[in-house]
Structures are given as C-alpha cells and as structure tokens.
C-alpha cells in the first residue's frame, strides 16, 4: 500500500477516535442536563415537561453511538422517578409480573440505589413509605386483596422492620384506609422525602455546567436576566442552602423495569410486558381522546354523592384546609369529580351542619 495511503488512513482513525471521545463528553453533559431537568420537573409536579425530558433522555439511552456517555446511575433514578410519579395509577405496569404495582416496582429501584443515599435513616424512611403508600392506594381504591398480595410481595422482596409489617397487616385486615398510620407516612411525605434524597445527590453530584454554559449564550443574546429566576431554582437543587425549596406532588410516568435491558414505557394489565417502543404522537392522541371519551361518558353517568366520597373531602379538608380543592383532589379518588364540584359539595355539607 502507498505510504501516504498508510498516513491518510492513521489520520483519519485517530481523528474518529477523538471525535468519539468528544461526542461521550458532550453525551455526559446532555444527560446531566436531562437529569437536572427532570429533578426539577419533579419537584414541580409537572408531567408534561418531565416526560418531554424523557422522550430525549430515553433517545440518547436507546442510541448505541451515545451510549458511552451515558451514567448508568442517574439512568436508575429517573427510572425510579418515573414509577413513583405513576404511584397511584394501578393500571400502569414496569414489570412483566402483572400484580406488581407502580410503587413495588419503585421499591426494587429503590433497593438498587442504596448506595447512591449518603444517609442511611433517608433510605429505610423511603423504603417504609413506599412499603406503606403501596398499600394505602391500594386501599384507597378498595382493592383489599391487592394491598394483602403487595405485603406479601414485600415480605418476600424486601427488607422492612417487623413492628411495620405487623401494623400494615391489621390496617389491611380491618380495612381501615384512613388510620393514623397511612396518614403520617402519606404520599406527599414520600415525595418530600425523596426530593431531600435528590438534593442531597445534586450537592455531591453537580450536573449544571451545560445549564450554565446555555444560560450564559442565553443572557448575552436577550440582554441578560431572561432565564435568571429559572437558572437560580434549577443551580440551587445542587446547593445545601437551598434544601428548603417547596416540595409538589407529582403525578405519573414511566421507566427502567426491573430487567434492566428493558427501559422505558408501562403498559396498562391488559398488556403484561414491558415495551421498548414508546407510542407515538398520533397513538397518544388516539389514546387521549379514548380516555376523554371514557371521562366523559363517566360523569353523564356518575351517581350522587356517597357517605364514602364526603369522608374523602372531610379528611381532606382536615388535613389541607377548606380551599384546597387541588391538593385534596391528589390524594383521594373522586371518580371524575373536579375541584368546583368538591367546593359545591363543601357548601352543601356546610349548609346541612355536617361540617364546622
């Protein structure tokens, strides 16, 4: 072969190797970008934009030439994110096995990430409320032999403190959905608990050297201080000073099963599999317009108010205060009913003298 054939195809190797060496360290970059952005959704309960973030981060995960940058961690948290904001949806599975609820497949993740926690009280404190809120939505939704199933599950999968398994177990015998128990390990401490774990993790994990970088190019184009309050709220999730950010519920998602080769989308229990695919645009409009359909065909047929639905607003008015009518919404099921309709309701219970 031509000796200047030889150089020309040295050159072009070393030149393909160092360009794949960048496009990891550029790869590195989007996905702490995408982590930060998603920890931040999160916090803010926004579905919409945590799920637009993943609709990147899960491209970037499924593309071979990308996956040398990618933080196999950070892939196992936002999977753990994502079946935590699915938490009260028992018709969205991860896992092949079909009884396994949003949450219990949120536990497994959870096991894995033991050691991601720097404080050991923090990780037995979210393993005890994802145990207890596993078995509180499925009491909420009166679904008795689920929450029995989920215990056993638990017993068999997990690591948890007897007196806990022993208190669950007679919640679930007695059917008591609204003990002092559940209560005090509630949904939204769960979320508050984990946002302390994701803050904690963005203080010895800094991921916003491309969020600052942007910010920069950002300021000087748009005469500065366009992006300034959300580069502050997004830079400070990294910072100990600022740990006493306000904490959201969230709603739902989806990611990693417990079968790490398969990631990103749950399927309903009439589907028991997790698929690769994600839907498409027109798919997801498609199953939008069913699901309004169905809501809608529900509230023409919604019976009257029962003794069941006025202890949901009773005790969530308790525990929010009257006004709270989205808070309360997140934490019982209404069976369609909107916040006007709770504050109606509210004033009839007011009027009749059922309520002080």
């Known amino acids: 072969m031509d000796p200047e054939q030889d150089n020309e195809s040295a050159g072009e190797s070393e030149e393909d190797g160092s360009f794949a060496r960048v496009t990891a360290v550029a790869t590195g970059w989007t996905v702490d970008f995408l982590f930060l952005r998603m920890c931040r959704s999160f916090k803010k309960a926004d579905l919409e934009e945590f799920n637009e973030g993943l609709d990147t981060f899960e491209a970037i995960c499924q593309n071979p030439s990308l996956k040398a940058g990618l933080d196999d961690e950070k892939v ?88 806990v398994r022993v208190k669950l177990t007679t919640i679930v015998t007695q059917k008591e959905t609204y003990h002092p128990f559940l209560m005090s390990f509630s949904f939204k401490r769960l979320l508050e608990t984990i946002q302390s774990y994701l803050d904690a993790y963005l203080e010895r994990n800094p991921c916003d050297y491309l969020l600052k970088e942007a910010t920069k190019v950002v300021q000087s184009s748009q005469n500065g201080n366009v992006l300034e309050d959300v580069v502050k709220e997004n830079c400070c999730l990294s910072r100990q000073n600022e740990k006493k950010m306000t904490r959201c519920l969230i709603k739902k998602r989806q990611l990693l099963p417990t079968k790490i080769a398969d990631l990103w989308k749950p399927d309903t229990c009439k589907k028991p599999y997790v698929s690769v695919r994600r839907l498409s645009k027109t798919e997801l409009s498609q199953k939008t317009n069913r699901s309004t359909s169905q809501v809608s065909q529900t509230q023409r047929t919604r019976k009257k108010w029962t003794s069941t639905l006025d202890k949901y607003l009773k ?17 019982y099921d209404f069976e369609g009913r909107t916040g006007t309709m709770l504050k109606d309701r509210w004033r009839v219970l007011l009027r009749a003298h059922e309520v002080g």
């Open 76 to 163: 196992m948290i936002v999977a753990f994110l994502s079946r935590v904001m699915h938490g009260k949806q028992l018709d969205v599975q991860f896992d092949e096995d079909d009884s396994v609820t949003p949450l219990m497949s949120a536990a497994k993740m959870w096991s894995n990430l033991k050691a991601t926690v720097a404080d050991t009280r923090l990780f037995n404190n979210v393993t005890i409320l994802l145990l207890a809120q596993t078995v509180a939505v499925c009491l909420e939704r009166g679904q008795r032999s689920s929450a029995s199933s989920a215990l056993k599950w638990f017993e068999s999968n997990n690591e948890f403190p007897q007196n």
């Open 315 to 331: 005790a969530g008015v308790e525990r929010h205060g009257p006004g709270k009518w989205a808070q309360i919404l997140k934490d």
